[in-house]
C-alpha cells in the first residue's frame, strides 16, 4: 500500500487543521493506520491510530480531546482532525499502516507516506 499525507500548513496558537492520509491499493481496510509526527532534533513519536473498521481508535496522552482521527474506506482515507493546536504540535506529521494490527511503535509499521509539515505559531 502507498501513502499520501497531505493538508498541513501554517497556523496560530488555537487553530484547526485536517490532516488526510490517502492511500493507494483494494485492500485499504485491511490495514491499522496511524498518524506520528517529528518536531526537530527530536524522534518520530505515536500520535494517534485508527483501526481497520473505524471503530478502534488510541490517541497519544498530550492530544487526547484535542485531535480526532477516522477514517473513510469507501475513499481509502485516514483524517486527523487537529483543534486548539499548540505551538508543541510543530512537527513533520506522517502517516503509516500496518498489516491487520499494530502497536505504537514506529518498527510496526511497514507503510509510510512522505511526511506533512504543520507548524503553529504563538
Known amino acids: 500500500v502507498q501513502l499520501q499525507a497531505s493538508g498541513g500548513g501554517s497556523v496560530q496558537d488555537g487553530d484547526s487543521l485536517r490532516l488526510s492520509c490517502e492511500a493507494s491499493?483494494?485492500?485499504?481496510?485491511?490495514?491499522?493506520v496511524a498518524w506520528f509526527r517529528q518536531a526537530p532534533g527530536k524522534e518520530r513519536e505515536f500520535v494517534a491510530g485508527?483501526?481497520?473498521?473505524?471503530?478502534?481508535?488510541t490517541y497519544e496522552d498530550f492530544v487526547k480531546g484535542r485531535f480526532t482521527v477516522s477514517r473513510d474506506n469507501a475513499k481509502n482515507t485516514v483524517y486527523l482532525q487537529m483543534n486548539n493546536l499548540k505551538p508543541e504540535d510543530t512537527a513533520v506529521y506522517y502517516c503509516?499502516?500496518?498489516?491487520?494490527?499494530?502497536?505504537?511503535?514506529?518498527?510496526?509499521?511497514?507503510?509510510w507516506g512522505q511526511g506533512t509539515l504543520v507548524t503553529v505559531s504563538s
Open positions: 503509516a499502516a500496518a498489516f491487520l494490527r499494530a502497536n505504537r511503535a514506529p518498527g510496526d509499521f511497514g507503510y
Open positions: 491499493g483494494r485492500t485499504f481496510s485491511l490495514y491499522y
Open positions: 485508527v483501526g481497520r473498521s473505524g471503530g478502534d481508535t
